[in-house]
């Protein structure tokens, strides 16, 4: 499982022109799952989310966690982070999960923040969304289940 962090002042998600969700400061977190991930696969990206610490202390510091900011998370099924462009111009999306088994992934990585006590906002599995975001810094982090990165 891929998930791409970024930090953001604010974030939010529109389908057919309808606002479906939108949070203030956080992290927007773009989830693509692949055809070999799990539950553990869920688990591993949705706790890194919920206590990575990337917002600023009062030294300026990047050392505190989304809890410690009254963060929130918009999470945002992407299967296109599951594109291999290593070949040729057009990506290969054959190591993506088929959305039945994607969007029990997707909707278990959101459950399980919540879990944690993370204010957690959703985009429409599958849904041809427009995501607007202010990021912050810019800071953005590469998270993979499979430590990748």
Do not use: W
Request: glycine share 10%.
């Amino acid at each position: 499982m891929l998930g791409v962090i970024q930090r953001v002042k604010s974030a939010s998600v529109s389908v057919a022109g309808e606002k479906i969700a939108e949070i203030g400061r956080g992290f927007l977190l773009l989830v693509g799952v692949t055809n070999t991930d799990t539950g553990d696969d869920a688990r591993y990206i949705a706790e890194k989310t919920a206590h990575l610490r990337v917002f600023e202390d009062e030294n300026g510091k990047m050392n505190r966690s989304l809890d410690e900011v009254n963060g929130a998370v918009l999470a945002v099924s992407q299967f296109t982070l599951c594109g291999d462009a290593r070949k040729g111009h057009r990506p290969s999306f054959a190591s993506a999960a088929p959305g039945a088994q994607a969007e029990p992934l997707y909707d278990a990585v959101c459950r399980l923040l919540r879990e944690q006590g993370v204010s957690v906002a959703c985009g429409r599995f599958g849904a041809d969304m427009q995501v607007e975001l202010v990021n912050d810094g810019p800071v953005t982090i590469l998270l993979s289940s499979d430590r990748r990165f």
